[in-house]
Structures are given as C-alpha cells and as structure tokens.
C-alpha cells in the first residue's frame, strides 16, 4: 500500500507442504493436498520470491501478533530463511482502538465489513481478507484516525502498539459496562481498585491502566465517539456525501423508562457474572479430569492410533505399489513415516498441554466471585 490505498499488484502463492490438510480447515478454505500438490510452489521458491516483493517494507497484518510471530516468524526459522520485511503495526489493534467502543459488536473482519458495507470479497482467503483490511483501513478507519490527527505513518504505528485495553469491561460482574462510568459509579470504582490489587499480573495492569484513565480529566476517546459512516441512502440511490460528512454524531435523549431498564440490565450482568464463574470454576474440574484420564490412557491411545496409522498405510502402499510401481509405493512409506512423526508430536505436544491444566484452588475461586 501507499499511505491508505493499495498500490501495484497483489502477491498471491500457494505453498506446497507436502503435508495432509485437516478435513475442518478445507472446509473452512476449500485448499485440500491435491489442490497444493497441482497448484502450489516449494516454500522456499515463494519466500525468496516474496522477500524479492516486500524488500524492507513495513507488514500489516489483522492480528500480526499471531500472523507474524506465531506463524510466519517460525516457519521461516524451520526453514533457515532470513526474517522477511519489519514488523508494522497490526490493524486489528488500530481497529478496536479507533473504533471503541465497537458499533459492530465485535472486532472481526467479516462483522465489519457487513456493518460498513464494504466490498464482498473472498472471505476466509488469503488475498480476499487482505483486501478487505485495505477496504477497512481506507474508508472506515482513515477519516477517523485523520481526526485524531493520525496523518503520519510515525504517528499510526505509535498509536496502535501503545498500551490500550477496551472502554468496554470484557469480564466479571460488571462486564459490559464501560469503564469511565466508574467516575460517577462507586461500586464500579471499587472494583476497579480491587482489580489493579489483583495478584494476576495481566489483570493487575488492566485495572492500573483504568484507573490512570480515569484520573485523565481529559479522555477523548472515552468521552467523543465519532462512527464512519457509509454514503446516505435516499430511497433506491445513494446520495454521495463529501468525506467531512462521513462522521455521524450520537444524539442523546430522555426516556422515562431509563433508570428501570438500567436495573434490568444491572441485574441481568449480575446473574450472567454468576454463571461464568460457575461455569469457569466447572470446566476447571471437568480440564482437570481429562488431564488425569490422558496421562492415565496415552499409551493404549497412542498404540491404538499407531495401528490405525499402519493399517491405513500399508492399504495406500499396496495400492500405490499396484497402479505406480516401486518408486510410487516409496513415497507412500516416506508419507507413513512423516504421518508417524506427526501423530507422535501431537501427542507430545497434548501431554504439555494437558501438564499446565489444574483444577482452581479455593483462594482462585474466592477471586472469580468478587
């Protein structure tokens, strides 16, 4: 991209694993290993090739946290290619910020894109979701962060990595309420001191940075909410507004039924609180017992999924052997022993998991109530 528009062509690769795809992930983007097999390119001819497209631009991505560090970075490390591009600053972050509290409901690509009414693309593929974040970025979340005086790149990167939590309270009895409210709520207040004494770090932070916001007398962000709007429909047409116009203001008014519907609504938080610590305090139990089953169980699983595993190989060698020859069946028996390795890795990588799983001491429980 140049600034807020997209510039030049798209780099669009498969890449060709050679590994099997879960049937739940082609359901989700219709890849399976024959389409790979037919259309993809080796990993390392498409990262040479996108280290040739990206030089040393900056990447965006809608969550890079997960897309840079946890999947891209690692792979490239697997493979011994050199860290492609620099970090830029993730737009899923930029979003939620500029947009709090979010109108939508949620932060996800496909809920905005259906709430501004930006272009259909491919959802759930690579280049129709980087389409869709440009089309984001562009007409929603430009005008807005230009307000804010965001004009420069500088400016934009520094925003989004800044430390920042939701006005919207995300968990306990007063989920859902924003957080300012506390400025003329007691009880909300004490229990945001309660939160920042927490001995959870991360909650300690988030409660700290609340109360720092609150003694802020000036809050932009939590006082002014401005939406992007899309172009004014007039009947069947759609009446074209000049970009100044594209901000819509909240209008405020009285309503009698105010003050009892907010003690439903209060009372409705407290009884939903009530069940997410019942419920956090049951799956901790329930974790806790399946982590002894597995422990307990591992060998006769892992066996009985190895005998599954030479079973359907040796069918597939047969096979292959029959309709291509020896040097077919050899690939077949160098897929069993990759199947091999993987089912293995799983199974450790499960029983790591399984080993950070405990059931919820008294003192932890005591915790979720308040």
């Given at each position: ?11 669009r690769?498969?890449?060709n ?8 992930a ?9 389409i ?36 891209l970075?690692?792979?490239w490390?697997r ?9 830029g600053f993730c ?9 709090d ?13 259906q709430?501004y009414?930006l ?16 089309d ?49 709520d ?28 609150l ?5 932009p962000?939590?006082?002014t ?14 009446a ?12 405020i ?15 409705a938080?407290?009884?939903l ?26 060998e ?15 069918k597939k060698?047969?096979d ?9 069946a ?20 499960t ?20």
């Amino acid at each position: 991209m140049f600034g807020w528009q997209l510039a030049g062509a798209a780099f669009r690769k498969l890449v060709n694993q050679n590994e099997d795809i879960p049937a739940e992930a082609s359901r989700l983007h219709g890849y399976t290993r024959e389409i790979l097999e037919r259309d993809g390119e080796p990993p390392h001819q498409v990262y040479r090739e996108f280290a040739e497209y990206a030089g040393n631009l900056p990447l965006v991505s809608f969550n890079l946290e997960y897309d840079l560090d946890e999947v891209l970075k690692p792979e490239w490390k697997r493979l011994g290619i050199p860290p492609i591009g620099t970090a830029g600053f993730c737009a899923l972050r930029l979003a939620q910020r500029l947009l709090d509290p979010v109108p939508a409901g949620n932060c996800k690509l496909q809920t905005l894109r259906q709430y501004y009414r930006l272009p259909e693309r491919g959802a759930h593929t690579a280049l129709g979701d980087v389409q869709t974040v440009a089309d984001l970025l562009a007409q929603v979340l430009r005008p807005i962060a230009e307000h804010r005086g965001l004009d420069l790149w500088e400016k934009l990167a520094a925003y989004a990595g800044e430390e920042w939590y939701p006005s919207r309270l995300a968990f306990g009895k007063h989920k859902g309420r924003l957080f300012h409210e506390a400025r003329k709520d007691a009880e909300l207040r004490r229990w945001l001191d309660w939160l920042a004494g927490s001995n959870n770090v991360r909650n300690a932070k988030l409660g700290r940075w609340y109360l720092r916001r609150l003694e802020t007398k000036a809050d932009p962000e939590a006082d002014t909410t401005v939406f992007a709007a899309s172009p004014i429909e007039r009947g069947d047409k759609r009446a074209e507004v000049p970009r100044a116009a594209a901000f819509v203001a909240l209008v405020i008014y009285s309503n009698p039924e105010l003050e009892q519907l907010r003690q439903f609504v209060a009372s409705a938080r407290a009884r939903l609180a009530e069940l997410e610590v019942d419920y956090t305090k049951e799956k901790s139990r329930v974790d806790a017992m399946q982590a002894v089953l597995f422990r307990r169980l591992r060998e006769h699983y892992q066996k009985r999924d190895r005998l599954r595993l030479v079973v359907d190989y040796r069918k597939k060698y047969l096979d292959s052997l029959v309709r291509g020859g020896e040097e077919q069946a050899k690939k077949t028996e160098e897929h069993y022993e990759g199947a091999r390795a993987q089912t293995d890795k799983d199974y450790e990588e499960t029983a790591a998991t399984v080993a950070k799983k405990k059931q919820l001491t008294a003192e932890e429980e005591n915790d979720l109530a308040r």
